[in-house]
């Protein structure tokens, strides 16, 4: 990748990094993994009410430059987003007071009047059951990956919906100052 970064370069080169060997593949990948945020910045808010699950979640962001923030249920993720402008929730579907679906579909009513503006969902989820992708979908995330979840997988979620839309301030989301 040659500076300055641009997000399609970017993307390219993560595309052949994951697409090559494995160990040529592992080794690229980790090359580029510090220069992610770079050349894709984005807001992220990582939703899970276990700690152990934040804290890995934000070690992955942060090996891909990324600083997240974190909510411990659906509330907590209504919270964030009236406060601060999100472009990605990584959204634990299985959370106390109000779970994942709960929360996604709420988020999508609220932009419901502009879907391009508001953050993309991706759902965590450690239960792998048939079905559960689906329904994932059907609450308006926008994308799943199961716990746990390789860095790699990350990284191509985080390149598959950013770079975020541009917004005008029409378009601007709730909270927005």
Same mark, same amino acid.
């Given at each position: 990748?040659?500076? @300055?970064?641009?997000?399609?370069?970017?993307?390219?080169a993560w595309r052949?990094a994951?697409?090559?060997?494995e160990?040529?593949g592992?080794?690229?990948?980790?090359? =580029?993994?510090?220069?992610?945020?770079? &050349?894709l @910045?984005?807001s992220?808010?990582?939703?899970d009410?276990?700690?152990v699950?934040?804290?890995?979640a934000?070690?992955?962001?942060k090996r891909?430059?990324?600083t997240a923030d974190?909510?411990a249920? !659906?509330?907590?993720v209504?919270?964030?987003?009236d406060?601060?402008p999100?472009d =990605?929730?990584?959204?634990?579907?299985r959370m106390p007071?109000?779970?994942g679906?709960?929360?996604s %579909?709420?988020?999508v009513?609220?932009?419901a009047?502009?879907?391009?503006?508001? @953050? %993309?969902?991706?759902?965590?989820t450690?239960?792998?059951?048939q079905?559960?992708?689906e329904?994932? =979908?059907?609450?308006g995330?926008?994308?799943y990956?199961a716990?746990p979840f390789?860095?790699?997988?990350l990284?191509?979620?985080? =390149?598959r919906?950013? @770079?975020p839309p541009?917004r005008t301030?029409?378009? &601007?989301?709730? !909270?927005?100052?």
């Open positions: 990748v040659v500076r @300055p970064v641009r997000a399609a370069h970017l993307h390219a052949q994951l697409s090559a060997g160990n040529a592992s080794r690229a990948a980790m090359a =580029l993994t510090e220069s992610l945020a770079e &050349g @910045p984005l992220v808010l990582v939703a009410d276990n700690v699950n934040q804290m890995v934000r070690m992955m962001l891909l430059g990324y974190v909510a249920n !659906g509330f907590e209504l919270r964030a987003i406060a601060k999100y =990605l929730i990584l959204m634990d579907v007071e109000m779970d679906y709960e929360a %579909r709420r988020i009513a609220q932009w009047d502009r879907p391009t503006s508001r @953050p %993309r969902i991706i759902a965590m450690g239960n792998a059951l079905g559960e992708r329904r994932c =979908l059907e609450s995330m926008d994308d990956m716990k390789r860095l790699e997988e990284a191509r979620l985080l =390149l919906w950013g @770079p541009r301030d029409a378009e &601007g989301r709730q !909270g927005m100052g």
